[in-house]
């Protein structure tokens, strides 16, 4: 056993009290005034945010784990110092984190300034924008599908959940950290994208919506897509804010669609 790494075998330890004891939102507030830390689960979510410059604090293993996929993640870790690597039996890990851990490895990690919305969106052609969705695996998986089908960016309303939550980064398979995000001013989402010269085309169930091909939106230079929570929808006055209106037809009876099943097929489309 490498003596750098420190096997665990109780759960007493202070130092893991960020894996198992505090809420995502304790972790989010752990160091206010400064910025608070997240945690990336597996190898390939790991991998990315390092790859995007987010720096690692220290490393929670299975044990046998380190001579496998998790050997790459600790000498990434340990590039620019040494940092605390904590092994510790399956049995013990799962009762530390509450479940089986995904390919054996958590990082605890540093978040890093939010960029502002001209940063992020300001030379894209097509972004999304995520209004109150306040589901992880919703979130992660609508993040996934913007980053494989060619969404430039993605935008947050003060009212979605953290894309930097465990689940929800773990679910985008760390395309969260590939794809240009951050969140909306509260109160000026859609000044913010008019000031960007962006159109607004809202994803709702409408009887006086354009098709989803329609050649205007394929011709509009810059178009903002709105996608709402999983239930609800968008909200009403934002369906009225936007520029245009798009219903994915359904067949069978069938009512609508999984938010992150409706993303997939919008992006596809109006991104061509």
Known sequence: ???????????????????????????????EPDLGIFIAESPKVIGRALDAGYEPISLLIEKGQTQKDAAEII???????????????????????????????????????????????????????????????NLGAIVRSAAALGMDAVLFTSGCTDP?????????????????????????????????????VALALRNDTKVLDDPELKNTGKLAVFLGAEGDGLL??????????????????VDSLNVAACSAVAFWELAK
Not at 10 to 23: K, V
Not at 186 to 196: H, T
Not at 236 to 253: F, K, L, N, R, S
């Open 1 to 31: 056993m490498n003596h750098n790494y420190k096997e665990v075998t109780t759960l007493d330890i202070p130092e893991l009290s960020i894996y198992h004891q505090l809420s995502e939102n304790q972790l989010f507030h752990i160091n």
């Open 75 to 137: 000498d990434r870790c340990r590039e620019n110092g040494e940092i605390p690597v904590y092994i510790g039996e399956p049995d013990i890990l799962s009762k530390i984190t509450g479940f089986h851990l995904t390919r054996g490895v958590l990082c605890a990690m540093k978040r890093k300034e939010l960029p502002s919305v001209a940063e992020v969106a300001g030379n894209a052609r097509r972004i999304a924008v995520l209004e109150n969705v306040t589901n992880p695996t």
């Open 164 to 200: 930097l939550y465990r689940r929800a980064a773990r679910v985008s398979m760390g395309t969260v950290f590939q794809v240009p995000w951050t969140f909306l001013p509260e109160g000026r989402e859609f000044s913010s994208l008019k000031e960007l010269g962006f159109k607004t």
């Open 236 to 253: 009403p006055e934002t369906i009225e804010a936007c520029d245009y209106c798009v219903m994915i037809p359904m067949a069978h009876g």
